[in-house]
Every structure is written in structure tokens, then in C-alpha cells.
């Protein structure tokens, strides 16, 4: 199965310490979302990105938020100096080179992170 | 800027029966996709059906189909037949069809099947 590849599945952190969040995006999709989910909440847009380059930083926490998808390897989303307001569910979706207007964005399984 | 309302916080329904989930949107946009996603427990996000605002006809996806009312801005969602494995999270969705293709979504509704 080559869908949207997340890691890890859950991620607990102290407060104060740095998470980084993988996805690996599906086969042959060059584009790249992240979505923070709250509990009891949709899902919200954090940023956008396509291979080294960010489309739309517009959902992002101006500080401690930092994402990224270089040329080679998987996408990063990265929290540094974690706070209790962090904890919440973070999915990655990806979607194909060509924007087809009814080609969805396939979600990975997302990643829970608590902080302690 | 795009909105999603869905006014149902929670439904139940017995098994077999039909349900509709409820979905209003804002945008000042003329093109525009709209999306339906089920989050079941185990918390996975699944793609259900698609609606493109220039589509004339309906979508269906199995026991899934949208119903689209463009003029009062509603793409509601109506599963038949329900079953037991329907009980999930569903959450509706929007895009821009051309440019940013983020996705806004609403703050969903848990629908629970009764036996």
C-alpha cells in the first residue's frame, strides 16, 4: 500500500522540547498539506508546500512552527519549544503533480502528540 | 475566505435507515470543489465523495451520494442503507478550484448507527 506514510503514529513531549512530525507523501504526488486537528475539532490548515518550496505558510503559528519538503526525502514538520497547547492530532496529505480539480488530497494516519 | 457550517454536532440513526449529514458553505468564489471525509475512530482520514461546482449532475459514490444545492450553497451528504461500520466523524470540505488548493474544512458530525 503506497499511501500518505506518517511518523511516528503517537509522539509525546515534555514541555519545552522540540517535535518533529515525518510524511512521506504517495507515490508520484509533489504536493503537500499539513492539518492540525484539536480534539473534538476539524481539521485546520497549517501550510502547503511542494518539493523545496512553500506555497502557503498562511495557517502557520508565526513562531516555534517550521515546515519543510527538500528535493529528497520526506516532508517535516517541525515544533520547537512544545507547550500544552500543542498536544492535538497533525495530518499530512498529499496530492498529485497536475491540479485536476477533483483529484482529493489523500490523508496519512496522522500523528498524536501530547506534551506532558 | 471559504466557510463550512455543519449544524449537527451528533446523530443517531438505525441501522438500515438512510441518514443526511448536513453541509452550508461561504465562498466568493465561482469554482470550487467540495469534498466529503469520514474519521472513524481509529482516526484515519478517509475520502468519501467529490462535487465540483460546475458539475450538473449529483455525485455518487456507492451508498454515497451529495446532494448539491448550489443556489442555497448546501452539499449534503445522504447514505443509504446504513450500517454498523458507518458510525464515524464525517467532515465536509472545501476547496478553491484553481490556485491554493487547501482545504477548509467544517467541524463535523458524529454519526452513530444504532443496531
Known amino acids: 500500500n503506497a499511501g500518505v506514510m506518517q511518523n511516528p503514529r503517537h509522539l509525546v513531549r515534555r514541555r519545552g522540547q522540540e517535535a518533529r512530525l515525518r510524511c512521506s507523501p504517495m507515490k508520484g504526488h509533489s504536493h503537500v498539506y499539513w492539518y492540525r486537528q484539536l480534539p473534538e475539532e476539524g481539521l485546520k490548515f497549517m501550510v502547503y508546500?511542494?518539493?523545496?518550496?512553500?506555497?502557503?505558510e498562511s495557517g502557520m503559528p508565526k513562531e516555534r512552527f517550521s515546515a519543510e519538503f527538500p528535493k529528497e526525502g520526506p516532508s517535516i514538520l517541525r515544533i520547537q519549544q512544545v507547550v500544552r497547547g500543542d498536544s492535538a492530532a497533525y495530518f499530512c496529505?498529499?496530492?498529485?503533480?497536475?491540479?485536476?480539480?477533483?483529484?482529493?488530497?489523500?490523508f496519512g494516519d496522522g500523528t498524536r502528540l501530547s506534551i506532558l | 475566505a471559504q466557510k463550512i457550517t455543519q449544524t449537527q454536532p451528533g446523530m443517531f440513526v438505525q441501522e438500515k435507515e438512510a441518514v443526511t449529514l448536513d453541509c452550508t458553505y461561504d465562498?466568493?468564489?465561482?469554482?470550487?470543489?467540495l469534498f466529503w471525509y469520514k474519521q472513524p475512530s481509529s482516526g484515519e482520514m478517509i475520502f468519501l465523495i467529490y462535487q465540483g461546482s460546475y458539475d450538473e449532475q449529483n455525485a455518487t459514490e456507492g451508498r454515497y451520494s451529495l446532494n448539491f444545492q448550489k443556489a442555497r450553497k448546501s452539499a449534503n451528504l445522504v447514505i443509504s442503507a446504513s450500517q454498523l461500520g458507518d458510525s464515524a466523524m464525517y467532515f465536509c470540505?472545501?476547496?478553491?478550484?484553481?490556485?491554493?488548493?487547501?482545504?477548509?474544512f467544517g467541524t463535523g458530525t458524529r454519526l452513530t448507527i444504532i443496531p
Open positions: 496529505a498529499s496530492s498529485p503533480t497536475s491540479t485536476v480539480s477533483n483529484q482529493p488530497q489523500h
Open positions: 470540505a472545501m476547496r478553491e478550484l484553481f490556485g491554493n488548493e487547501k482545504l477548509t
Open positions: 508546500l511542494q518539493k523545496e518550496n512553500i506555497i502557503d
Open positions: 465562498t466568493s468564489d465561482q469554482s470550487y470543489g
